[in-house]
């Protein structure tokens, strides 16, 4: 996917994405970057990161897509975010990772790397983005990518990765209400399955998650959701459900 540089839009706005590098959070680079916007993508693998930062769609010459190489559980990748990126303007968390085993077989430390990577994670990196904001006294918006299984959704084998997606959500809707006044919306996006390499595991595939429609979601209903909680300025601590009602079967 390449680029032609024509006219500048009006205006553009500089998105962070964590995860970046591939599936939810590649798809949403693609679409915000085919708009004019500027896209800093955040990830671990720096291969996998430079190519997909390289790849992103150019569509004026002042458009300069980045990338920074980090885990998003550690404060020193915010610290980076932080001394490099001071105007940001949208946040969009959906760097992630998932779980595959039964809970007595989910080693302690394979149950803080979820939780550290999904849910300290997303809450160190709206701490970095929603201060820097405020600092700016600039409006902003930060999607935080949940999951179905954060809702009513329950598969078995799964229950750390519900927790930490379960907290995004509770995270999500109280930072709303704490930077709302300020101009800073806070919503999550809670997908139901998409391909991804996330769910290309087989005990995933072994489990469905089909749901009354018969499918799973495509990956542009997912990043569709995206874009509307950015552009719709009076969205503000909302999940925004992608799920074709999994969570209720
Ligand atoms: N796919 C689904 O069906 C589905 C459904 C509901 C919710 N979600 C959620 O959507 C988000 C994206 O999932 P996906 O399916 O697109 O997964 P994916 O294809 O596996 O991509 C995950 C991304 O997160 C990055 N990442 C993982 N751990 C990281 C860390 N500690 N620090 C920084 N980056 C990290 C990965 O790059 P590196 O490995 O190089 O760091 C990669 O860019 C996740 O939060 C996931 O829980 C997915």
Known sequence: ???TATATPAK???FLITGGSRGIGLACAHRFASQGHHIILLARNNAALSTATSELPRTHS???HECIIGDVSQQ??????????KKLDVLISAAGISQTSLLS???????????????????LGSRTVSSLLLHRRSPGV????SSVLGLSKCIPGTSVYAASKAGVIGFSRALAVEVGSRGIRVNTVCPGYVKTQMTEDVRIRE???DGPMGRWAEMDEVVNAVEFV?????????????????RLS
């Open 1 to 3: 996917m390449s680029s």
């Open 12 to 14: 553009y706005l500089r």
């Open 62 to 64: 002042e458009q300069n």
């Open 76 to 85: 020193e990748t915010w610290e980076k975010v932080k001394a490099e990126h």
């Open 105 to 123: 077989r989910t080693k302690p430390d394979a149950i803080n790397s979820i939780i550290s990577t999904n849910l300290t994670g997303t809450i």
């Open 142 to 145: 930060i999607v935080n990518i």
């Open 207 to 209: 489990i469905g998650g």
């Open 230 to 246: 950015v552009n719709n300025g009076y969205v503000n601590g909302a999940e925004v459900v992608v799920d074709g009602g999994l």
